[in-house]
């Protein structure tokens, strides 16, 4: 990979010879949110927050940009932050764009922007592909998180732009220029219920993710689209688009529905999800029916009905665990049902076509997934017939644009001396396909060419898999959280499928604070243990087949996943689980008490003991949750034990100084403890066996926060290896946080984690090839990647072309 060599150099160079800022590209005057004259004028506007340092403002002949002292050296900020006053109407934008630059990102853990409304924030953050060059980004609307309690995006106060510090050994620069709303297609528009969210609600983050979700699958179709706050809708807004989506509205702010009812008298259509607000069915078209769950795990996706729309695909996959049932009310049909997992029918509605629109039982929660883009676009054309004939048009035109190429004649260009003939063959067969999705737009054929298309971005997808290189004798990890393997597998398909795909070791979620998924003298054993066995033997006796190592995980404490209803509520009955500061239990085990540490430890040392063959024990969730806890009797008591005296405020008196810093030590020796002990007891047992633990990747800010203190068990030799949860989208991020990492773990083995089901595209197989490459480049001997799921059955093979293949 071309682009990672030139990073991972850049990085080695970056701290010590620090450069000046070029000019930033340049950009039209029109829509500019800033100009100064000087940099007095910029300090004015770009306020600093405490500890940051003030802004200068460089002139250049096409205009300038904000210059960003990033001070992390010798200060204890945890960002470099500045509040933008600017007041902004982005009701009807797509959001905003505006060109980065950043001298020494890896001194960068996280880069944010925010946008204040009302009594709350919209954030969204954002990543780099080039270091000491300009890289242009542009956020959409959709893709922000809700803070708090914003009041839409017509009334934005101020912008904040946050560079959070990674580490505070260097002082660099970063810097902004040609800040401005992000122009967008108005034919589309997603409405996301943001007159629902409320700060706590569980449901407040779907509002928006769903949106997102949805509107990802418009842009992989080529089809722009505008978002937009409920409450933002308005009459003039309504009349310049054809179609209004609602995502997961379960609620309209008043007026909304009158507004939408004269959108569709005038023609305009509609694409709801899931709910139906009262009235929204009636305009619709269809009557509710209820609310029905899967009777399996979930369904396994749409499947057309004979009514079909002329561009459905046969079956759509989306594994949705319930959804909402409609009927048509007047003209109208149902246009899929969902199909069950153990492929039957489930007879129940998953679409249904009406004249005014069409209505989704469930939200859009897989974009990507085998068919489902192209169902949306059957959707879409129904609706508008010209959605065909624009996707095949703008689809064409991105083959080959992926990382920094800008297509396929660059990326032949570019090709390394040594490249394949495989890797030739695949460009070929691109080229020849983007020949065919071109005489297919010419021949008015546009679905065919959008098929030649897809196909051509797998044949760029192969030529680039295989420029990478295979490093042989690395360690080579999956977590797997399910305690049964791939998803409708079994341990010894899973296994074998890891094994041909060049990886070497699993840790498979076999234990948690509350269930075992074996037969366990220690945790209440799972209730189909007499149906499905023994889950650790099973896959043991794969790993030994197909040659991969296991390292059973253990989720640490939390006794909320896989709950066993009546061992959670003796625990809470003994006064074992963790107690926040309102009073309210949690459903963790109290990491204070000596009952708890003995439970944990052995649930784990019996693994060591049972089954002689198995590799190494994993911790994970080795923490609190959070400040909010623990403040039950026991700490109470243990902890003026330690300190000698009472604490008559309890807990206001612990959680600020003179007691906050011997709390927060508190805590955190309550859970070294717990590692200490499974160390010697389990090495005493069998001194082969390997101990390692999932840690957050941040441990100076961790060590407090969840009081995660695994420098200390690093350095104490405690871990035999240890595997920071480096969930970053960009691979320049993840390089950042290595670096630091490195001198933490005290030469213990560091194999970094990789989040692949974490990331906004996570059936990218080349981001996955570029992060292996970037722990690669630190001369690291393995990596780990989270999860063992659907989207590494997708990735798997092409990452295994050339980068897993030896």
């Known amino acids: 990979m071309r682009r990672l060599f030139a990073i991972s150099l850049v990085l080695l160079s970056t701290m010590a010879f620090a450069q000046e800022i070029p000019a930033p590209p340049q950009a039209a005057a029109e829509g500019q949110l800033f100009h100064f004259r000087d940099s007095e004028a910029a300090r004015d506007t770009f306020l600093p927050m405490k500890g940051s340092q003030p802004v200068e403002w460089i002139p250049t002949e096409q205009g300038g940009y904000v210059k960003l002292p990033l001070n992390f050296k010798n200060t204890n900020i945890e960002r470099a932050s500045w509040d933008i006053q600017i007041p902004l109407d982005l009701s009807v934008a797509g959001g905003i764009e505006f060109d980065f630059y950043c001298q020494a990102l890896e001194a960068a853990s996280q880069l944010n922007i925010y946008f204040h409304s009302g009594d709350g924030w919209y954030a969204m953050p954002f990543s780099l592909d080039h270091i000491e060059a300009w890289n242009h980004v542009a956020l959409r609307k959709s893709a922000a998180a809700i803070e708090d309690k914003p009041e839409g995006w017509g009334n934005i106060r101020e912008i904040r732009l946050s560079v959070w510090c990674n580490y505070d050994d260097a002082d660099t620069v970063a810097a902004i220029a040609n800040l401005r709303p992000l122009s967008q297609d108005m034919d589309t528009l997603v409405i996301t219920a943001a007159s629902c969210a409320q700060p706590g609600d569980p449901e407040t983050p779907g509002y928006t993710q769903f949106a997102m979700q949805l509107s990802q699958s418009l842009t992989d179709l080529g089809l722009d689209s505008c978002t937009i706050a409920d409450w933002d809708v308005d009459d003039s807004l309504l009349q310049k688009v054809k179609t209004a989506i609602l995502p997961y509205n379960p609620v309209l702010p008043n007026g909304l529905l009158e507004k939408l009812e004269t959108f569709v008298k005038g023609g305009g259509k509609l694409v709801v999800c899931y709910t139906v607000p009262n009235g929204l069915d009636k305009l619709l078209g269809v009557k509710r029916i209820g609310w029905e769950k899967s009777k399996l795990r979930s369904f396994a996706g749409m499947k057309a009905t004979a009514e079909a729309l002329p561009l459905q695909p046969n079956f759509a996959h989306q594994e949705s665990p319930h959804t909402t049932v409609v009927e048509p009310d007047g003209p109208g049909r149902v246009i899929a049902t969902w199909w069950n997992l153990d492929d039957t029918d489930s007879g129940l509605p998953a679409a249904v076509a009406t004249p005014n629109g069409v209505f989704l039982g469930h939200v859009w929660c897989d974009p990507g997934g085998e068919n489902v883009n192209l169902f949306l676009l059957s959707i879409m054309n129904y609706l508008n017939p010209e959605k065909e004939r624009k996707s095949a048009i703008a689809s064409e035109k991105t083959i080959g644009v992926v990382l920094t190429y800008a297509g396929l004649e660059d990326i032949r260009a570019k090709q390394p001396a040594d490249v394949t003939p495989e890797a030739e063959m695949a ?157 309210t239990f949690r459903d963790w085990l109290c990491p204070s008490n000596p009952l708890n540490r003995r439970l944990e430890a052995d649930a784990m040392l019996e693994l060591v003991r049972n089954y002689p063959e198995l590799d190494g024990i994993h911790f994970d969730y080795i923490r609190y949750n959070d400040l909010d806890v623990c403040f039950c009797d026991h700490c109470r008591a243990r902890f003026e034990e330690r300190i000698g005296h009472a604490v008559a405020k309890w807990p206001d008196e612990v959680t600020k100084e003179p007691l906050w810093s011997e709390w927060l030590q508190f805590r955190r020796d309550n859970i070294n403890a717990l590692v200490k002990l499974v160390h010697d007891e389990a090495k005493a047992i069998r001194p082969s066996i390997q101990i390692s633990a999932a840690v957050f990747a941040n441990w100076k800010v961790d060590r407090d926060a969840v009081a995660q203190d695994w420098e200390l068990w690093c350095r104490n030799k405690w871990l035999d290896f240890v595997c920071p949860m480096d969930y970053v989208d960009s691979p320049v991020a993840l390089m950042g946080k290595i670096k630091r990492q490195i001198a933490w773990a005290h030469g213990v083995k560091l194999y970094p984690g990789i989040g692949l089901s974490c990331w906004k595209q996570p059936r990218d197989p080349l981001n996955l090839i570029e992060q292996i490459q970037a722990v690669r480049r630190y001369g690291l001997n393995g990596f780990t990647v989270f999860n063992f799921d659907n989207y590494a059955r997708e990735v798997l093979p092409i990452v295994h072309l050339s980068c897993t293949k030896n």
């Open 427 to 583: 460009l070929d067969k691109a080229f020849a396909l983007r020949e065919k999705a071109r005489d297919a737009i010419k021949g008015e054929r546009w679905l065919e060419s959008i098929k030649f298309t897809e196909a051509a971005k797998r044949q760029v997808f192969e030529t680039l898999a295989r420029q990478a290189k295979s490093v042989a004798g690395e360690q080579r990890g999956f977590w797997c959280h399910s305690a049964f393997g791939l998803p409708d597998s079994n341990w010894d398909e899973s296994i074998k499928f890891l094994s041909e795909n060049g990886f070497n070791t699993i840790f498979p979620n076999m234990l948690w604070g509350g269930i075992a998924f074996y037969k366990s003298g220690v945790l209440p054993i799972y209730p189909d243990y007499d149906k499905l066995g023994d889950q650790v033997r099973l896959c043991l006796d794969a790993c030994r087949k197909y040659g991969v190592k296991c390292h059973v995980w253990k989720v640490n404490w939390n006794m909320a996943g896989h709950p066993d209803k009546a061992f959670v509520e003796r625990m809470k009955a003994e006064k074992r689980t963790q107690v926040m500061k309102d009073g």
